[in-house]
Structures are given as structure tokens and as C-alpha cells.
DNA sequence: CCATTCTCTGAGAACGGTTTCAGTTGAGTA
DNA sequence: TACTCAACTGAAACCGTTCTCAGAGAATGG
């Protein structure tokens, strides 16, 4: 590997001369350098720069599972941002371990350049020593407690998981179910309290036998839904507050041969890709995904730009979409007399 | 931030020592080193240890698209295997363009230890270029031409593409056309080589206008499956080459309400999450995907390893496993006499 | 008690760039 | 011809580590 000694030596001139050179300075044995430079395809070490300038031109971004499509396409949209920066991104998971997470962070502040984090709770302090090293923190998806002093790309959960509600209650369910997703993130507590709002505000009340939480996985969705089923009074609807838990509950549903949208509803929180060819097509709330990541790498990109260094934290607060598709339809029958009958699982076909 | 020089002066020591005590040696005033060091909350500098030692301890990994699941569960398998090591990820989309994969590696190459690349096409040369540069290079899922002395995991997708093709041929059908991905990519031109082996050694023959070539995009096989579909004389079963364009493919026929499998059968190339429940269940050629990850950063990591340093090139081929759901089954109308009267599109339900 | 080994130490030189600072060069002007 | 000033240059310091090497001090052996 040629350094930028061995170029200047050929092009008979000192190293500073060939810094300055390549950084664009006029110099007077211009062609001598270029010439060197072309002949011994000299290139600078990164690392070299690094060192001297402070900056690794790098990203961390720390994301729970990059198999879930949510952030596989938030980190498309961050990417889709960083392609037109010299700024290149550095990936980690942590499986939604706090563990990892802090360990992750901790061994990245020290390489990265600032960080775009979607922290497995909401609790995590690792964050704000994040912050204390100096390394420039923007939240995607989930908030901290207390993290109002970050800037953060979130979306409206709260009102998301009341747009389910309403629509459940809508079609005329009372009988409903939720599925959330971890109480100790963000998403999971907000979407929940705006679905039970939604139900409490029509005078609908959500038993603790109906009002599950689950971790944000596929199996906890479907051994939830499974649990839900088997209820001596099951619900004619269920609301699931992630992609991942949708699918699990539609593999329950399906396993069980439970008819969809005729015996139970099922609406979902994130749209997948496959959402409009599922048996049936996914009524779910959507909200952009792409975009999100996008606009958390632009905040962060601004953090690196002196002038807006010290600004006050910016909390963009995206909406979401009911998409009203296949999987949800009035319950059969509707709740006339208190039931002592009990459900039974119905059989289809 | 505190420099080993800062630690060094409040320990009474110098900079050498701390190195020494931080690396494990043994040190005559350790406890007024490990002092220095808590109280001052001193790290080491990534950088300036790489500067020293020439290596970084990151990977590159270029994928054409991370929102593809396939290459989102390849990720999350070396992310499995850096877990457990101090290596750690960086990570970039090509979007299938030659161009960026080429800007992405001379890009790459100054900063990482190794790269697992996906190349956009066979006949790229940029990778070459890659080892000269002395960075280790591994491919996953796609292959070089003259690229047999690089390491590689990859699966055999000729007798993929011939499950396939036997396995519809076992059903019954002749009248068989393909969607396959590009061919200046290894799966692209493998799987529809061993396709059409498969349909040519059952002296079927495949028509010009049933062998189609798409970009391995949704988009692609939603566009190609419309074109078969408006054929006067559509095939009877479609053989798609990878999940994104199945996922395509299987719009198309649900937009011309085109019963699967009962007037077409589909059978893609690699399994989705959702493939169990889509409607149908799709038949898909299924293939290891995040050991695939797993093993091409093992193979990798090895390379680092003096020992295995100059070791000759490890190809790892892994088989691929035909999943039979619901979306295949024998041609409605075994194919009788030669047909004058032009098949209608038909309508279902 | 001296010679020999062993263990630990710090100074200083890397690693490969950029930046500072004090020149040097040469053109333009009086 | 001497003087001024702008444009360019190179030596050396610096970024924060680790490594080499020579030397100091302690332990061992005779």
C-alpha cells in the first residue's frame, strides 16, 4: 500500500505538498503529483484521516431485528440518505436485549460518528451516555423516557392503536381482544393506551383475559392468539399491535381454522409486503417506513453541520393510516343477550 | 475525551505501561493504572489503534437490497457470528446497479478488513480488483465468473431450477413458462438453466414467449406474469425465480382473478415468512438463508486466521429443498388435443 | 559480594495522514 | 535595483495508540 509519503518522494515534492494536492489546493507540480498518484494508484488511508480529523465518516445504527421488514426498511431509507454523503453506516442488532444493546452502544460510541437507535425499552440509560460521550443520538420507532432532548423520528402510536379501536368498534365488535407488545417500549405502551382508550371512551371495557402483551415476536403473536381462542368466551375481534405478532396470529387463526373476518377479526399494526395477497388481505394500521429512516439520518446529517449543532431536539411525530382491507367485517352475531352459551370454536369448511 | 497520555500522567506512569496494563501484561502499579483509568473513564481510541495496527476489525457487506428478506436473513446470520467476535458490520445496497457496487467497494476497501459481497452482475470486475487491494472477498448467494478462486457460498441453483421444473412436470404440465432473474447473475442464469434442462429432458418444449427474463424486482414479475396471462395461449404453470418476483407473479394473478392453481400453478424460488399463508400457500424451491450468512462470514473470519490465511479458495454449495404447498397441482385440462380454440382468461367466482 | 539472569520500565519511533508556521520564490512596483 | 506582497513550499508537530529497544532494578547463583 502506497502512502502519501511514497507519492510525494516520486513526484519530488513533500507530503504536505501532496495533501494539499488532493485536497485541492493549487500547487505548482500539479501534474507531477497527479501522475504519482495515477501510476502508484495511491489512495489515503481512511483511518489515517480519522485520526487526524476526530471523524470516522461513519453511522452506527442499532436496530432490534433487521429481518423484521419495518426496519429493514427504515435502514433502506437511511441508506438511501447516507448513498449521497461520504457517510457510511454501520449495522447492529440487538435482539431486543438491553444487554446487547448497552454493549453495542458502548463499543460503538468509540468508532461512529453519531447513532440512530430504536432502544429495546424504554427504560435504557446506556443512551444518555451516549450522549455524554458526545456522540450525537436520534431515536427511530421508539422514544426513551425521558428522551425529549433527543431528536427522535417516531410515529403517533397512541392515535394509531385508537384508529384501531375505532374501526373494531366501528364494525360493531365489543368483544375485543389486543395483542401488544412490550409494555416497557414506546410503541408497545402507547399503541395499547390509544386502543384502550378508543374502547373505553365508547363505553366498551377490555377484560385482562383479553388485553394480552406479548414481546413483539412472531411466537409470542401466535401463542397469544392461541390462548385467545381457547377462551370460554372468546373475542370476535383482536388487535395486533406489530407486523411480526399479526403473523403469528394469523398462523394461530389459521391452525385453529378459525374463519376470518366471519369469527374473529384481525387488525395489525405495520403493513407488510404481502399484506394485500394474505388469505384474507390484511386490514392494518399503516405508516411510512422508508421515510422514517430516511428523516432520522437527515436529523442526524444536520447534528454534523456546525450550524445547527446546538439546536433544540426535534421530535417528528409521523401519522398513521388505517388500511381497510379483508381481514376485519362485522362480528356475525351481533351481542344481543348476555350469553351464557358458550363459544365454541368454530370449524369452517 | 481522555487519552492514554492523560491516564498515564495521573498514574505517575507512562503512556507505554498504561498500553502494556490495558493489554493484559503485568504491570507493577496496576492499581493506580485501573484508577487512572475508572476515574477518568478512559477508552481506548478505535482509530488510532487501527492506524497502529492495520486493521479495523469491520466487514463490509454489499447486498443489492436489504428489504429483500432472503438477503435481510443472510445479514442477520453474520450478525450472528460478529456477535461473538470484535469484528462488527458495514453495511450497503447496490439496488442491483453495477455502477454502485463498484463506487461502494473502491469506497469500502479503505476501511475494512474483508468484504461479503452479493455481486450485481457475473461479470463484474470491480471484485478482483477488491484482492488486489489484499481485502479478503466472499461471495454469498451470487458468483463471479472466473471467480472460482474466491471463497463462496452459494447454493446449487441448477438442480434448484430443475426441482422445479420436474416437479411441475410431475404434475402433468407442458405447457410451462419461466420468469427468471437476470442473467448476467449466477442464480439468474443458473436456475433457468437447470429449469429448462429439466423441461428439455422431458422433451418439453419451452416456448420463446414462456421463457422470460426479469430483474429479480417485484415490479418485474408482476409485469411478466401479465404478459403470460395475456398470451393467447397461456402456459399452465409459472415458474418464478426468486420470492420478489413470485410475490409480483402472484399479484399479477390475483389482479386477473386467475385461480391458483386450479388455471395456474406457481412455484417460486426461495420461501417468505408469509409464503404458509398466502392464498395459496405457495410451492417455492426453499434454500438455507441465514446459515448462508453464517458460513460465508465464518468462511471469512478463517481468512484472518494466519493459518488458514492462504488456504485455496473454500466453495460452499448448499442444496436446495422443494416446499409443496397448495399453489401447484395438475393442469385442469390435461393438455389433449393441439389447441385451436384460444384459451380466455378466466374469470373465477 | 559480584556476575548473570529476569522482569519491568520509559523514551522514542512508528502508523499515515493534516496542519501550522516559517520560509522561499517570483512577479509587480517604485 | 531594491522592496512589497502574494503564492507556494517543506520541516516539524500532531492525532492516540503500540512496538522496539536499551536500561534500571530486583532476584538468583556461585
Redo the contacts between chains.
Sequence with gaps: ?ATIHDVAARAGVSPATVSRFLRGQRVRSAEAIQAAVDEMDY??????Q??QSGR?H?IG?VVP???N?YF??V??GM?SVT?HTDY??????TDESSE?EDAVLA??I??VDGIILAPATEQDQTPLYVRDA?VPLVFVDRDLLGGEHFDAVLVNNAKGGQQAGEHLLGLGHTRIAAISGSQDTTPGRCRREGFVKALTAAGVEIPPEHDLVGDFR?ESGYQLALSLLSLPEPPTAIFSANNLMT?GA??AL?DLRTDIPGEMSLIGFDD???G?????PLTVIDRPMVEQGALAMRLLLRRFEDQYANDAARRIILDTKLIERASTAPPRKPRTAAGAGRTGRGRQR
Tied chains: 1, 2.
Design positions: 500500500m489512495w489515503p488511508s481512511a483511518t489515517a480519522s485520526l470516522t461513519t445504527v431485528d433487521i429481518t421488514p429493514a426498511a435502514v433502506k441508506e448513498r457510511r453506516i454501520q449495522l447492529a442488532n446487547r463499543e460503538m468509540r468508532r458526545g412472531e403473523l394469523l398462523k389459521r407488510l409486503d404481502t394485500p395477497l394474505l388469505r384474507p
